[in-house]
């Protein structure tokens, strides 16, 4: 395993301790303890995934998420002190892909780091292709088709956009405002109710998987996502 993983800290034991666990675990690892220099890192190195912490000098975790996003496709990790939902949807509509408050064990940043990391390649594949995948469903990007199982399943262009957007990255929470901009392609302050209401006819056109639950979850105060368990 020679993936490059950017750990950008300004708490040199915290940022100490993950390196340690990620090089056991075979990954490379850049360290930055400033935002500015976590960007230089992504500008001037292969970079696999980042794990930012929030409250750093220069330049925030937030602030670095959203250069990042300009420039690549990168999985984020966000570390944080804080556990308010509102600061999880910040986060994740700045770009990030997982969030993750301290106090946390190493090992479950080591887990976060490899599920995100066989979401992503597996991503890069399907993309080659335009199909997306899971449990019963394939949903052909190219041709504006989703099939669940043998069968064709009519969607609104308006699902169509949701449900890409969900099967891109499985078991990513999207809250409804990051649904809403994909659907209209423009940033909106608040959320728009509406995504409910289309939420609620792709869950029935879609239905259940093979284990009888729903493929869309909701995620309590911060959004959806979509996972086949």
Not at 109 to 115: F, G, M, S
Not at 121 to 144: A, F, P
Not at 174 to 189: C, L, N, P
């Amino acid at each position: 395993m020679n993936n490059s993983i950017l750990v950008a800290e300004d708490n040199y034991e915290i940022s100490k301790l993950i390196k340690l666990y990620l090089e056991v675990e075979g990954y490379k690892v850049l360290v930055a303890d400033n935002g500015v220099d976590g960007l230089k890192c992504i500008e001037e190195n292969h970079v696999d995934l980042a794990i930012l912490d929030i409250m750093m000098p220069k330049m925030d975790g937030y602030e670095l998420t959203r250069e990042i996003r300009k420039i690549s496709n990168i999985p984020i990790l966000i570390l944080s002190a804080k556990n308010e939902d509102i600061d999880k949807i910040l986060g994740l509509n700045m770009g990030a892909d997982d969030y993750i408050t301290k106090p946390f064990n190493p090992l479950e940043i080591v887990a976060r780091v490899n599920a995100l990391l066989r979401r992503h390649y597996k991503l890069s594949k399907n993309e080659d292709r335009g199909i997306l995948r899971l449990g019963e469903l394939t949903l052909d990007t190219n041709n504006c088709r989703l099939m669940k199982n043998e069968e064709e399943v009519l969607l609104t262009a308006t699902e169509f956009k949701i449900l890409a957007l969900l099967m891109n990255v499985p078991e990513r929470i999207f809250s409804k405002v990051q649904i809403t901009e994909h659907i209209k392609g423009e940033y909106f302050e608040t959320d728009d109710n509406s995504v409910t209401v289309h939420i609620s006819h792709l869950r029935e056109k879609i239905g259940n998987n093979k284990k009888g639950n729903q493929y869309i979850k909701t995620v309590k105060g911060l959004g959806y996502k979509i996972e086949d368990k």
